[in-house]
């Protein structure tokens, strides 16, 4: 009477491995992640253009389970005297984010603080004369004070240093 019930016990314990390791891989990001993430990352406006275009789509990347979590520019004012530095802020914070969620922070800070301040040369580009000038002026201050405290945890939104 027990063998009976020994083979297919058996059969399930030798199946629970393979059930277990398929689940696991399914569920692991894809192998190309990091170079996603630095691709979103850069100073040029194509890298920008793409973060953008998966910020609108992100469904479509859930498997690679980024944080796409912002809390904008933090303090400072999302649209300081009018100028739209919104989307510079989400993309740093989608940075910050990531890269302290993957360990390599550290490593890639600078980056993400020039790619910050390039995003918002971008917005100020748009603006010219005296307006142009008071722009530049204040990218420069929010590109100074993320490159000085963009380590606390009241700058980035994160309690992870």
Known sequence: ????????????????PTV????TVSSAAPADKGAVLSSWTQTSAGSFNSWNSARQ??????????????????????NPFGFPFKDACARHDFGYRNYKAAGTFDANKARLDSAF???????????????????????????????VFGFSPAVDGSAVA
């Open 1 to 16: 009477m027990r063998r009976r019930h020994i083979a297919p016990l058996a059969g399930i314990a030798l199946a629970l």
């Open 20 to 23: 277990l390791f398929s689940a």
């Open 57 to 78: 789509n992100q469904a479509g990347w859930s498997a690679y389970g980024f944080d796409w979590s912002t809390d904008y520019c933090t303090t400072s004012p999302d």
């Open 117 to 147: 301040y390039a995003d918002l040369q971008r917005v100020c580009d748009t603006y010219s004369g005296a307006s142009g000038t008071a722009c530049d002026a204040t990218a420069w201050t929010y590109y100074q004070a993320v490159s």
